[in-house]
């Protein structure tokens, strides 16, 4: 049984795509996030934690055309421990998130999408309806 987790932050560089030998595409990246929170003297502190992730195959390449660094993401996947030996023979180790879904945070941005025949999502535009906003072809 595998726990999935979910990580919102920011890229840290430009995604990384390598292929393998098998022909396999493989995408490496950072992502940072942010917690903040009031302390006992009421003042906000903050920390930043950043992730390694992996991420494979068609996301792999749809990632790697699609964002750069400073995009914020959604990364839904599996944490996973790798180890090795370093030159001196030592293991090291660390944990990284293997994404199973990488998607654009909206919450603070708007983007264009293009589908995989090169053309642009039609988007929907608000009306504004006073305090509120409606969709203008659509009933929620």
Do not use: H
């Not at 003297?41 to 996301?59: I, K, M, P, R, Y």
């Amino acid at each position: 049984m595998t726990a999935q987790v979910t990580v919102v932050g920011n890229l840290t560089a430009d995604p990384e795509l390598k292929i393998t030998k098998t022909g396999s595409s493989v995408l490496k990246v950072g992502v940072a996030t942010n917690r903040r929170w009031k302390n006992k003297q009421d003042e906000w502190e903050e920390e930043t934690s950043f992730f390694d992730v992996n991420a494979w195959g068609e996301l792999a390449d749809n990632v790697a055309a699609s964002l750069s660094k400073g995009s914020r993401v959604l990364i839904s996947g599996r944490l996973e421990q790798q180890t090795w030996e370093n030159k001196e023979g030592q293991k090291q180790s660390k944990v990284v998130l293997v994404a199973d879904d990488i998607g654009v945070s909206l919450r603070k941005a708007q983007v264009a999408g293009i589908n995989k025949t090169g053309q642009q999502a039609q988007q929907k535009k608000p009306v504004s309806v006073g305090k509120q906003t409606s969709w203008d072809d659509e009933s929620f």
